[in-house]
């Protein structure tokens, strides 16, 4: 008689908005393996992104106070009281009989010690570096422009170094983020399990681009986290030559560093919905991220999927994926002249274009769909659910 296997792992997924939450969810689903997600999502919204079937429990006040304050920023930014309004929504139902719950970092503090008394294992969801290497970064870059980073709380901070330390493991999508904790004493605790895109929907162009000038591609929020002012300065001596596309959202207080570029031959297209996203990836011709610092973009992986060469930043994090010269070009951020010299070669070279792309795509094929993403993240809940 053979033996039984035991049942699968019981899981809640706990994040506080979407990010990458709701694939992780969908998959742990349809293994058998969610006990349920949590979210600000409204179950609605939720819905548009989950099949059915997904046990959910959302908490839309919070998501709608972050929406409002979107709109019409007055007053202190709500991240902080979202963050522990929603660790104790997570309190009241995250806890029981669940042997794993993976909760988004800020929003997850005042859950671990009830999840540690039904003996829960409790993982943060850190999806960038280590929050005090991420915001020295950033203060450093925006007092280059003589503006304040603002967008971390000191409490968050706060909060997320608790958790750090309180939680079983945490889990970071590249090496990069992973060196961060390492070197401040969290290595053991470090989960690395970089993310996956969905290889239909992203796919190469069923013809080459016939543009009349090679199409650099960006997609991401338009600010100095992105590295956006030395990709700008990049670009000034290859505006004859090729066309600049830059796609999200402009930072807050950003547009004045933008006056002070001509930005010849460069299109601002703003926020788009991201249904138009994957057309948008398959009419360019190389794909540019430049950030100063990065947990593992999505857009990245999504331009790989659709055959696009890349040229990015050491600091983003990418040397997991993209080796230099095989899939894309890696400089140092902030480096205008090193970023001009890798865009130069590649708007200059078709060839190489075609050559990076196929290897970009091919790449991703090997190891990073969602479904990949996902069995690494339960061999690492199993791991952890068999320690004491």
């Known amino acids: 008689m053979n033996e039984q296997e035991p049942d699968p792992l019981k899981i809640v997924v706990s994040v506080h908005g979407r990010w990458h939450g709701f694939d992780l969810a969908d998959g742990l689903h349809q293994r058998g393996y ?3 997600l949590l979210t600000t ?10 099949p ?36 104790n929504f997570a309190c009241r139902h995250a806890i029981g009989k669940v042997d794993v719950l993976v909760g988004w970092s800020s929003a997850t503090l005042e859950a671990i010690p009830p999840a540690h008394e039904f003996g829960t294992k409790v993982v943060i969801e850190r999806g960038s570096s280590h929050i005090v290497h991420q915001t020295d970064v950033l203060t450093a870059a925006y007092q280059e422009f003589g503006l304040n980073f603002a967008g971390t709380h000191p409490e968050i901070i706060a909060r997320e170094e608790q ?6 493991a945490i889990a970071v999508p590249t090496q990069f983020a992973a060196s961060t ?24 162009p069923a013809e080459p681009n016939r543009n009349t000038k090679p199409r650099i591609l960006f997609v991401g929020s338009v600010g100095i986290r992105k590295g956006v002012p030395w990709l700008l300065r990049a670009f000034a001596g290859l505006s004859d030559i090729a066309e600049l596309h830059l796609i999200g959202p402009v930072e807050k207080g950003f547009e004045k560093i933008l006056a002070q570029h001509k930005l ?45 060469p890349i040229v990015t930043t050491k600091e983003a994090g990418v040397e997991d994926i993209i080796e230099p010269n095989i899939e894309g070009l890696i400089v140092l951020s902030k480096d205008s002249a090193n970023l001009a010299e890798a865009l130069g070669q590649l708007v200059n070279d078709a060839d190489q274009r075609r050559q ?14 969602w479904d990949d993403y996902i069995d690494r993240a ?3 809940y199993h791991a952890l659910a068999a320690t004491t």
Do not use: H
């Open 34 to 36: 969610l006990a349920r």
């Open 41 to 50: 999502y409204p179950a609605s919204v939720a819905a548009k992104f989950l």
């Open 52 to 87: 059915l079937g997904v046990p959910i429990m959302t908490a839309p006040w919070l998501e709608l106070r972050r929406r409002f304050y979107d709109k019409f920023p007055l007053g202190r930014k709500p991240d902080l009281a979202i963050a522990k309004a929603f660790a």
């Open 163 to 168: 958790e750090y330390a309180a939680a079983d």
């Open 181 to 204: 904790f390492a070197e401040r004493g969290l290595g053991e605790k470090l989960i690395v399990n970089p993310y996956g895109v969905d290889l239909t929907r992203f796919s190469p």
């Open 264 to 308: 010849a031959g460069v299109t601002l297209r703003g926020a788009l919905p991201s249904g138009q996203l994957p057309a948008e990836l398959k009419a360019a011709d190389v794909f540019c991220l430049p950030s100063l610092e990065e947990g593992f973009p999505l857009s990245m992986l999504q331009a790989m999927a659709s055959e696009l």
């Open 356 to 369: 990076l792309g196929i290897a970009a795509r091919r790449r991703v094929e090997q190891g990073f769909s």
């Open 378 to 380: 339960i061999t690492a």
